[in-house]
T-cell receptor, first 112, second 115 residues
């Protein structure tokens, strides 16, 4: 079946530090991959996505590259801000499906 | 424009009671989804509507759970004989159409606590 594994949190970083949140997946075929973010008190929001191998999704300074050979979609940001504090979810959508499969989430706290 | 809204935002009920959770999707969105997020977990798929019909209810955990979308817009998730294990955040999402090409937009969720 389909599954997503992401690094456990919480992750605490100082402002302007480099961020990596690891995500690996198991799926048949060629899924689309997503990062969602949940800010405190708000609903899930799509942060970025990639629909095929070697695609790079990017938004708000965050990036993730779809690596089929390593079945990974790691989230990176070069310089985090306090406002990036949130829970980040990696997710996949199997080709032809509409059911998102999520990882457990990684809580990020950025301190000034 | 308005996003997906869910009511109530919080619901506390006693074990064995019946509850209804409501979802108002983005206007014009034909596809609607329910997910459940337990503490420390990612959301898990429950059911998907295309229009008025439940196209896929394979994620519903048992027959105590039921959902409707009678006019193809608002949806209600119904839970009978609630159990403490039903405590979770119930998320609703909608998309323009029910294919991977269309982003799912999530509501803020309803936090259900069964005491």
């Amino acid at each position: 079946g389909n599954s997503v594994t992401q690094m456990e949190g919480p992750v605490t970083l100082s402002e302007e530090a480099f961020l990596t949140i690891n995500c690996t997946y198991t799926a048949t075929g060629y899924p689309s991959l997503f990062w969602y973010v949940q800010y405190p008190g708000e609903g899930l929001q799509l942060l970025l996505k990639a629909t095929k191998a070697d695609d790079k999704g990017s938004n708000k300074g965050f990036e993730a590259t779809y690596r089929k050979e390593t079945t990974s979609f790691h989230l990176e940001k070069g310089s985090v801000q306090v406002s990036d504090s949130a829970v980040y979810f990696c997710a996949l959508l199997r080709a032809g499906s509409y059911q998102l499969t999520f990882g457990k989430g990684t809580k990020l706290s950025v301190i000034p | 424009g308005a996003g997906v809204s869910q009511t109530p935002s919080n619901k506390v009920t006693e074990k064995g009671k019946y509850v209804e959770l409501r979802c108002d999707p983005i206007s014009g969105h034909t596809a609607l989804y329910w997910y459940r997020q337990s503490l420390g977990q990612g959301p898990e798929f429950l059911i998907y509507f295309q229009g008025t019909g439940a196209a896929d209810d394979s994620g519903l955990p048992n027959d105590r759970f039921f959902a409707v979308r009678p006019e193809g817009s608002v949806s209600t998730l119904k839970i009978q004989r609630t159990e403490r294990g039903d405590s979770a955040v119930y998320l609703c999402a909608s998309s323009l159409f029910g294919t991977a090409s269309y982003e799912q937009y999530f509501g803020p969720g309803t936090r259900l606590t069964v005491t």
